[in-house]
């Protein structure tokens, strides 16, 4: 055991805040308590993302920072993980310019991590220990959760689609599921643990099951989530239209404690980008989702995920993106100028779109998208919904903040007793990015 202190720095995805609260929980298994900042800090872990450039240069910049720290504090040791570190090429960087690095791990070793600090004690040099993806799921590390009232859950890891901008298949290896059994143990614990949300994260959760002996489909372990005593609230993210299936939009329907929202990026409304993005529906099958969808739960929430600027996009093509943005009224939207990917098809597509060209697409998408979400918002004044409780909020500490079922964030005056509580809160007002309401009976 030890009395050291820990801080773990998360870029990138829920996958990524999941595995850190993973490795939060190992450390703590070993006796470590969190820091509160660098400075009080024993051991540092940045986990990293490789999803587009811009994440990739921070944590870069970040660990250059370390160098000062590791300076004034001989002992600390520094760890990088994630994404980042499954791509060699990253690999090679690090030990060969950021000296102040000491133990390099994967996304595949996390559970190893006890004996990579143990290995790393007894040696002098940076200890670097990347897995391949050994198709192998580790069940129960301990994990230490940043809320005690809403919490995430893996049911499959990993991704077969190869979307052609995409890097994660290639760091995070072949998509495989959990066992039902684990997940709903899993489930269980928690209940009784007294979370009341849970979100059920995959890169891809629609294909929930195909790897698995006893065939189960993501409609039916939803189902059989929603029987668990406790659970209010299944979240669940990320689907991909190819494979949303109509059983899994009855089960939503169906199923009370589900919410009533749905993350299903399109990423491009040109079926000759869909194409080249190898994401296998068309423009007119999304629109047909989304209407079919609509027309079961007419009171669900539809986020996305757009790219703007991939390789060959003309004004045409980004035009179908803007009509798709229409059609489809989202309540709101990720949106991400196309960055290159070594390694990924795309990187070596002709006709690159210029970054000036990016960007003012990147606007004029904005300037479709506001719109709509403040219109959609508006349509809640007056209506009273439940909100699970999370905290003051950020920008005004007189105030506190919740999310709908439908993942709109909202704000009201509220205390520290109603902090994990679901409360009924009528809106009186709205912006584009949030509601404004008050807790009723
Ligand atoms: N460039 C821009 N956006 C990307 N995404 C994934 N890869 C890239 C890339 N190379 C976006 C997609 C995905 C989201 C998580 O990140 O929209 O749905
Ligand atoms: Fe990437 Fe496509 Fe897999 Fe999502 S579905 S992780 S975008 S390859």
């Not at 070594?342 to 070596?348: F, H, I, L, M, S």
């Amino acid at each position: 055991m030890t009395n050291k202190r820990y801080l773990i720095e998360t870029w990138g995805c829920q996958m990524n805040e999941h595995d850190s609260e993973k490795i939060s929980g190992i450390l703590r298994s070993l006796g470590y308590k969190e820091a509160e900042n660098r400075n009080n800090a024993d051991l540092i872990i940045f986990n990293t993302c490789l999803v587009r450039e811009n994440a990739e240069l921070k944590v870069y910049g970040n660990i250059g920072e370390l160098k000062r720290l590791k300076r004034k504090n001989k002992d600390l040791t520094v760890a990088i993980c994630g994404c980042m570190m499954q791509k060699k090429e990253v690999r090679d960087v690090i030990r060969e310019k950021y000296k102040q690095v000491d133990i390099i791990f994967g996304t595949h070793n996390i559970h190893k991590l006890p004996e990579l600090l143990e290995n790393y004690r007894q040696s002098d040099n940076m200890l670097i220990d990347v897995w391949e993806d050994s198709g192998e799921i580790i069940e129960q590390i301990p994990t230490k959760r940043k809320y005690d009232y809403k919490a995430f859950l893996n049911i499959m890891y990993g991704c077969n689609n190869f979307c052609t901008y995409c890097i994660v298949p290639y760091t995070r290896g072949r998509e495989k599921s959990r066992n039902p059994e684990e997940i709903l143990k899993e489930v269980n614990r928690l209940a009784k643990e007294g979370f009341k949300e849970i979100t059920l994260l995959g890169q891809n959760v629609n294909s929930y099951g195909k790897t698995l002996n006893s065939k189960m489909t993501f409609a039916e372990l939803l189902r059989k989530i929603n029987e668990v005593d406790g659970i209010k609230r299944i979240r669940f993210m990320t689907s991909h239209p190819k494979d949303l299936s109509d059983e899994l939009i009855y089960a939503i329907r169906d199923c009370e404690n589900i919410c009533k929202h749905i993350h299903l990026p399109f990423q491009a409304g040109s079926n000759k980008i869909l194409k080249l993005m190898n994401r296998k529906y068309t423009k007119e099958q999304y629109l047909d989702l989304m209407y079919k969808i609509r027309q079961e739960i007419p009171e669900i929430a539809i986020t996305t995920d757009i790219i703007v600027g991939f390789p060959n996009e003309t004004e045409k093509d980004f035009e179908e993106t803007l009509d798709v943005v229409r059609k489809s009224r989202f309540d709101s939207a990720f949106t991400f100028l196309y960055s290159v990917r070594e390694g990924t098809p795309a990187a070596k597509m002709e006709n690159q779109i210029p970054d000036k060209v990016k960007h003012e697409r990147f606007q004029k998408l904005l300037d479709t998208l506001h719109p709509i979400s403040y219109e959609n918002n508006k349509r809640t004044i007056g209506k009273t919904f439940d909100v699970l409780v999370e905290g003051v909020s950020k920008n005004d500490d007189t105030m506190y903040t919740g999310r709908t079922g439908t993942n709109k964030l909202v704000h009201f005056k509220a205390n520290e007793e109603f902090i994990g509580k679901i409360v009924n809160v009528k809106i009186n007002s709205v912006k584009t990015w949030s509601l404004q309401g008050e807790i009723v009976d």
